[in-house]
């Protein structure tokens, strides 16, 4: 018997402490009543209708912003990958994503804040210039329509972070063989690109939508506690036991692991998948 | 091809609007402060904030600790993992993304509820027991990426052979890994490093939470109850986070290997 598991024992320990464990008492609560005795009821009660509407927001936030995050990360991507510009654009592009993409928070509140706020720049240049007045067209910051343009600001970015190397991937042999065989622009993506691309695609959507769905300081600062989101529901039962349910809070923040979890599972599948492609 | 490329400007001029956009409406928006003229007021309101220099000095320690905790965690196990116990890796690396999955601020409420006052391990029965507790959180949100970047700094150099290089010369493993293994990784640490710290001094929850007074929940604070010192704080924020990734660029570019950060 070797002995040489011996030399990762204290990350064992540190990621038994503070990660698993934690976690584990977050799950084993959700199924526990005050006394702490077996019960699905913690589970059952999830299913109200202001809950339901909470996670069903925070599920279409999500939804949105890793769709267009995916939709223009791609565009982007393409445009300076693939699409012919000069090749010094590259490298200010790719440090500015991760300059971006790690620019969340509470900062990128108050950024969007300044500039799509009712006195915001954009909204008074649109105003005073074009006569378009934002928030009488029912534009509001605070919104599904606000917080999806709002994560967009990070989610575009590190889309673009992980579909680079992907993109690379796709080499200007299969567009020429293509063409000889008399494909067009359009049959060469559909048949081509796309079923290639489409496994890391995903992946990308898959990990966008987990990075939005637990993102909870960006969203606090931008509206306070008036967005009734998963994350905030739960900060604020966590502060204050807003559902005067100690369990019910367990069964929230369990609901929102087993959403990331699902997203995250589908990321690891289709990563597997579509690294089968780069060579 | 002409076409590609008018579209790709297109798409390439549109985003940089949007992403320029919002730092042009902040940085403008904090200069605003006092009336009809652009002045520096904001900054200098937020500047001599006592509670602007408590709370950043705070979370600056902890992004340090944070670091020196991790790397102290990291290198090692990343190492022992490459050299001894490569069946484990799997096991291992799952561990390190599963920050990425757990959400914090459910990692953060497990916390509050082990380690309270009435816990077998009190940590947020006292001030410095609840630094610690955040710090190891900290350390725990930054675990996918100081793994990831260590691992991939392990994997250009000779693990194997410069072992036993120092063993065969009589060195034992504090030695060998402060004076063989770090260095050789130093830039993928440094990188690592960068990116912790960017991540820690603007944290919000998992400090909210534990109620320490660190300088994302007061950005929060200031937010709720001023009008133009919150973009003053964006703008110092953004130009942090612009110069650690800047310094990751600068380190990775003294090295052989591109792109340790990601």
């Not at chain 1, 982007?76 to 500015?96: E, N």
């Not at chain 1, 605070?142 to 343009?149: C, D, I, P």
């Not at chain 1, 609901?255 to 599948?269: C, D, L, Q």
């Not at chain 2, 816990?119 to 027991?129: I, K």
Request: hydrophobic share 55%; with cysteine.
């Amino acid at each position: 018997m070797s002995l040489a598991w011996l030399g990762i024992l204290p990350f064992l320990l540190f990621s038994l402490l503070f990660l698993i464990l934690p976690t584990m008492k977050i799950v084993v609560g959700s199924f526990q009543d005050s006394t702490g005795a077996f019960t699905l009821s913690n589970i059952v009660n999830l299913f109200q209708p202001s809950i339901l509407a909470a996670y069903w927001i925070s599920i279409r936030i999500s939804l949105a912003s890793a769709f267009l995050g995916c939709l223009i990360g791609f565009l982007v991507t393409w445009a300076f990958v693939l699409g012919g510009l000069p090749g010094w654009i590259r490298s200010p592009l790719l440090t500015f994503s991760g300059v971006a993409s790690n620019f969340a928070g509470v900062p990128l509140a108050f950024a969007f804040l300044a500039t799509f706020g009712r006195v915001g720049l954009v909204t008074l240049i649109l105003r005073d210039w074009f006569g378009i007045n934002i928030y009488a067209l029912g534009f509001n910051l605070l919104s599904f329509g606000g917080l999806t343009l709002t994560y967009l600001f990070f989610q575009v970015p590190l889309a673009i972070l992980i579909m680079t190397p992907a993109l690379d991937g796709m080499r200007r042999e299969w567009r020429e063989a293509a063409a000889i065989l008399g494909a067009s622009g359009v049959q060469y993506w559909r048949m081509v690109a796309f079923p290639i691309l489409w496994p890391s695609l995903l992946g990308t959507f898959a990990l966008l939508f987990a990075n939005s769905f637990g993102a909870v300081a960006t969203a606090y600062a931008l509206t306070g506690s008036s967005l009734s989101i998963v994350p905030i529901l739960l900060f604020a039962q966590i502060r204050g036991d807003v559902l005067q349910d100690p369990h019910l809070g367990y069964a929230l923040a369990f609901g929102m692991i087993v959403v990331t979890g699902i997203a995250n599972g589908i990321y690891i599948w289709l990563r597997a998948r579509s690294e089968r492609w780069i060579k | 091809m002409k076409t590609n490329r008018i579209w790709s400007w297109l798409f390439v001029a549109l985003a940089v609007l949007y992403f320029v956009l919002p730092l042009i409406g902040t940085l403008e928006f904090s200069m605003k402060m006092r009336r009809g003229t652009y002045s520096f007021d904001a900054y200098a309101a937020v500047l001599s904030d006592p509670r602007f220099q408590q709370t950043f000095t705070f979370s600056v320690l902890m992004a340090l600790a944070t670091i020196v905790v991790g790397v102290l965690l990291v290198v090692p196990t990343a190492y022992w993992v490459r050299l001894k116990l490569p069946q484990w890796r799997p096991f291992v690396e799952f561990i390190t993304l599963l920050p990425l999955v757990i959400p914090p601020i459910v990692i953060v409420f497990g916390y509050i509820r082990l380690y309270n006052t009435s816990s077998w391990l009190p940590l947020t029965g006292s001030a410095m027991g609840t630094n610690i507790l955040l710090m190891f959180g900290y350390v725990v949100l930054a675990l996918p990426f100081m793994y990831r970047a260590v691992d991939t700094g392990l994997r250009a150099i000779d693990v194997r052979t410069m072992t036993e290089a120092a063993q065969s010369l009589g060195a034992g493993w504090v030695t060998i890994l402060a004076r063989i293994i770090l260095p050789n990784v130093a830039v993928a640490v440094l990188s690592g490093a960068f990116l912790t710290f960017a991540i820690v001094i603007g944290e919000f929850v998992m400090a909210a939470l534990l109620s320490r007074p660190a300088f994302g929940p007061y950005m929060q604070l200031l937010g709720a109850n001023r009008a133009y010192e919150p973009a003053a704080l964006a703008v110092i924020a953004f130009g942090i986070t612009w110069l650690c990734m800047g310094l990751i660029q600068l380190v990775s570019r003294f090295s052989r290997i591109p792109n340790a950060g990601h």
